[in-house]
């Protein structure tokens, strides 16, 4: 069984700073492409970032610029969350490819098998 644990959330003003880290257990983070997606409330689930196993990055463009996706030696995902604003408010969801199916440049949630239990993020104005 795979399982990955968020951590790193809390509420912000606008302008500030978070990191929220996923550890991953059951997989090594570094063979496997990671995600980060969010719920924002009342809306639907959204991709925020990707990370594939070689380094290779993709992000939704409402974070480009503000937000970094990074590995840790195979042990955890993390997000650096820079120049937060309201609408970044949501909570956060780490991801995992497990069966290696995710090989574009893009934030299919379909193609995540394995997914932390979240960890909100407020940002006020």
């Known amino acids: 069984q795979v399982e990955l644990v968020e951590s790193g959330g809390g509420l912000v003003q606008a302008g500030d700073s978070l990191r929220l880290s996923c550890i991953a257990s059951?997989?090594?983070?570094?063979?496997?492409?990671m995600g980060w997606f969010r719920q924002i409330p009342g809306k639907g689930r959204e991709g925020v970032a990707r990370i594939y196993t070689g380094g290779g990055t993709y992000y939704a463009d409402s974070v480009k610029g503000r937000f970094t996706i990074s590995q840790d030696k195979a042990k955890a995902v993390y997000l650096q969350m820079n120049n937060l604003k309201p609408e970044d408010t949501a909570m956060y969801y780490c991801?995992?490819?497990?069966?290696?199916?995710?090989?574009?440049?893009?934030?299919?949630?379909?193609?995540?098998?394995?997914w932390g239990q979240g960890i909100l993020v407020t940002v006020s104005s």
């Open positions: 059951g997989l090594s983070i570094d063979e496997h492409a």
């Open positions: 991801a995992a490819d497990v069966d290696l199916s995710d090989y574009d440049a893009d934030l299919d949630a379909t193609q995540f098998e394995a």
